[in-house]
Each structure stands twice: as C-alpha cells, then as structure tokens.
C-alpha cells in the first residue's frame, strides 16, 4: 500500500509503461473484436413487454432506445472504455507516485483476478496501488480496509470512487510472540464468524457487511507493521485465514505482502499454512485456502 520510507520504487517508470501498455493492448483488442463481429440487434427487455398494455403496431418504426454499455460480458456493440480503466489509465499516467509492490509481485495477484474477477475482492490498507487493484477487478466489488482516517480522507479527495472503510487495531507488533502463543490455543482453531470467534486474534470490530461477504480475494498489506509500536499484521492475517476457512464453499486466495519481516513471514506461514501455500514472488506469498465449512473435519492446516 503506501510506501514506509516514502521513497519509490526503482520499478516505478517500468511499472507505469507496463501498466499502461496492458490497458491500451485490452482496449484495443475490445475495439478489434468489436469491429469484426456481427451486428446483433438490442432484444426488448422483459420490463417493457410486462408493463404494455396496447397493441403493438408492426408497421410503425421507432428509434431503439439507447442502451448502456453493461460492464461484463462485454457485446459487439459496446466499445467504451469501462470507467474503472480509464480512470486508472488517467491517473497513471499523471502521477510519479506508483505502487509499491514489484511488478512480479503485482503479476501474482493480477493472474489470479484474470480467472476470477469480477469478484469480490478485500484489501487491508489503502493506497497508491487502490485504483489498480480495483481496475484489475472492473465488475466486481473491491474494498479496502485502512488504519488511518486523514489517509482515507486524502484518498478520496483524489479517488471518490474507492469503497473504503475506517478500521481500528489494537495490537503492537512487539505483542507477536504472546499472540502467537496465544493462536495455538484450541479456540484459535475453530472456523466460524470472526465476530463471534473466542479467539483473541480475531478482528471484531470491522463493518457488519464485511463479514457477510464471501470473499473470493484478500489482500493483506496493512496495517503498518515496521517498527515495534505500529499496529503489526498479526490479527490481519489469522483473520483474513479465518473469513477464507469460514466461506460456505469454494476457495479463497489470500495474500500476504512484506513477509520478508518477521511478523509477516511467521503468522502467514503459522495461520494461512505452508500446505496452502501457493507462490511466493518477492516479499509476496500466495495462499489458496479452500472452505472448511463445506467439507467437516478438515484439519485448520492440511
């Protein structure tokens, strides 16, 4: 998310030609497909046949009614550029500032939300990479999660089209080792509602709708966690293991950034589990967590 240091990456020009290129590449193959598939007429919508009530009068021709360009799946006759990508494509290519994962790290996820989006995507902080994240899910929902209120409000200044939410932390990255000991006990093992979880890792105070969404894609980087009096990842991670444990069926993709400190590299690897690991790129680590609600008995780490 944001950068600590507030220095930039030496990825950046690279990461912003790269963006870029990709978004015009999917832009023009929208417009290619477009201008070489059959013309297909608008069908009457189910609406306007319920609702009429005279006859209709073959022999009078009237002008189709405008239809909106729908976000997914895309049609013949729709060749605007979703909202979502051309405001990514504006603000990147008018800013310096740029995300602070590496490119193969962003190549990770991005594979993943090629599969999946759209989808319901979360995000533990809120940041320079935002727009992107949420761009690379046009369709879909992409919330993002942030310890720092003046840092939403700055955000939203210059992106008001992010869905983002004020959460608070407790914990202090020099607790790890008593929260570690503490995720070994019993009641940390059992899947459920992070709201109702007895576990102390467990975050409880996010808004209801958070947890009441299946989600197909966490991302945690956030909060900060780079010195000893910061909030750390600690209760992130397990909780972000425990929504995707607790889904009623499919998998959930989470991710983990900064695991090169170590509070990141022991919770994921503790938490999510080596056996869901996936990749590792970088500082990033992929973990497919599969529900463990719809197959009981399954071991909280295969």
């Given amino acids: ?67 909106a360009c729908p976000s997914l799946p895309l049609t013949p006759t729709c060749t605007k550029t979703p909202p979502s990508l051309a405001n990514a494509l504006i603000h990147y290519a008018t800013t310096n500032i740029t995300p602070q994962q590496t490119l193969k790290e962003i190549s990770v996820s991005a594979r993943v939300l090629e599969k999946k989006s759209p989808c319901n995507f979360l995000v533990f902080g809120l940041g320079h990479d935002s727009l992107m994240w949420t761009s690379l899910n046009h369709g879909g929902r992409t919330v993002f999660l942030e310890e720092d209120k003046a840092w939403i409000e700055q955000i939203k200044r210059k992106l008001p089209s992010l869905e983002s939410y004020h959460v608070e932390y407790v914990t202090r990255v020099h607790q ?106 970088g500082r990033l680590r992929h973990f497919n967590i599969p529900s463990h609600r719809a197959r009981s008995g399954r071991p909280f780490c295969p």
């Fill in 1 to 67: 998310m944001r950068s600590n240091s507030k220095s930039q990456s030496p990825f950046n020009t690279k990461l912003i030609l790269i963006c870029a290129s990709l978004l015009l590449f999917v832009l023009l193959l929208i417009t290619t497909t477009s201008s070489f598939s059959k013309p297909q007429s608008s069908p009457t919508s189910q609406s306007h046949i319920a609702n009429t009530t005279d006859p209709v009068d073959e022999s009078q021709s009237s002008e189709p009614e405008p239809v």
């Fill in 176 to 281: 790890a080792d008593e929260l570690m000991e503490t995720g070994m006990k019993e009641e940390c093992k059992v899947v459920g509602d992070p709201r109702f979880s007895k576990c102390e890792l467990a975050l409880k105070g996010f808004p209801n709708e958070i947890y009441e969404v299946e989600w197909d894609l966490i991302m945690v980087d956030a909060p900060t966690g780079f010195h000893d009096e910061a909030p750390g990842r600690m209760n992130a991670i397990y909780t972000a293991g425990l929504m995707a444990r607790n889904r009623e069926e499919g998998e959930t993709d989470v991710f983990v950034h900064d695991v090169d400190r170590v509070v990141e590299d022991k919770f994921s690897k503790a938490f999510l589990c080596e056996g869901y690991l996936r990749e590792q790129q």
